[in-house]
């Protein structure tokens, strides 16, 4: 049973470029979560969706960030316009429920470089 | 809003010592606790998890004690290792929700 996987896993984007993020959740797991983690800093929440829906998107910056999770294939994280501050680890981990404490498995994640 | 305060951010102990790191949280609703190492450049991996419904949990030399009424828990690694060194982040659900709010991390060196 793979864990969750994440692609590319270093990515480096130049200012303005759009950056695609993969996420494909463990086998039987339908919860996709994305976290962002800036050097030396922890993990904080960004969107949380399931198939086809986005649950909950309270940490996504308003502009330039999108989130998709299709009924077929991986789940996309998608940075238009990149900025250098958009520089930073992306993790995604997924659940097989909705239930507030469960395990989150997480990716090896993508490092963004904006350069 | 949730938080999640995180101490110390770095603690060096040398190999066989123990090392305990603290957190508290914020949110009363909050009502699961895991805790993960971060190698450099590695995933967060989850080492141990409590629950709300007990107060303390332990897996061979790693233990997690939480205070509900006080709103902290702990993580104590006894017999400390080389290979323990790492980043280790504390975590609380948001209440009623599947969203972790992360402490900022502790950086722990143990020292041949």
């Known amino acids: 049973n793979a864990g969750v996987m994440q692609n590319p896993r270093h990515l480096v984007r130049r200012r303005g470029q759009e950056a695609r993020l993969r996420c494909s959740p463990m086998?039987?797991?339908?919860?996709v979560y994305w976290y962002r983690q800036l050097p030396e800093e922890g993990l904080k929440f960004m969107v949380y969706l399931q198939k086809e829906n986005i649950i909950d998107e309270s940490g996504m910056p308003k502009e330039r960030f999108s989130a998709e999770f299709p009924k077929e294939g991986p789940s996309i994280l998608r940075i238009q316009q990149v900025v250098r501050g958009d520089s930073a680890a992306y993790f995604c981990?997924?659940?097989?429920?909705?239930?507030?404490?469960?395990?989150?498995?997480f990716g090896q994640g993508t490092r963004l470089t904006v350069v | 809003g949730e938080n999640v305060e995180q101490h110390p951010s770095t603690l060096s102990v040398q190999e066989g010592d123990s090392a305990v790191i603290k957190c508290t949280y914020s949110?009363?609703?909050?009502?699961?606790f895991p805790w993960y190492k971060q190698e450099l450049g590695k995933r967060p991996q989850l080492i141990i998890d409590?629950?709300?419904?007990?107060g303390e949990k332990k897996d061979q030399r790693i233990a997690v004690t939480l205070n509900k009424t006080a709103k902290h828990f702990s993580l104590h690694i006894t017999e400390t290792q080389p290979e323990d060194s790492a980043v280790y982040f504390c975590?609380?659900?948001?209440?009623?929700?599947?969203?972790?709010?992360f402490g900022t991390g502790t950086r722990l060196k143990v020292l041949a």
């Open positions: 949110d009363s609703a909050s009502n699961y």
């Open positions: 086998k039987g797991h339908s919860h």
């Open positions: 409590i629950r709300s419904n007990v």
């Open positions: 975590a609380a659900s948001a209440s009623g929700t599947y969203k972790y709010i």
């Open positions: 981990a997924s659940s097989p429920t909705f239930q507030p404490n469960t395990e989150a498995f």
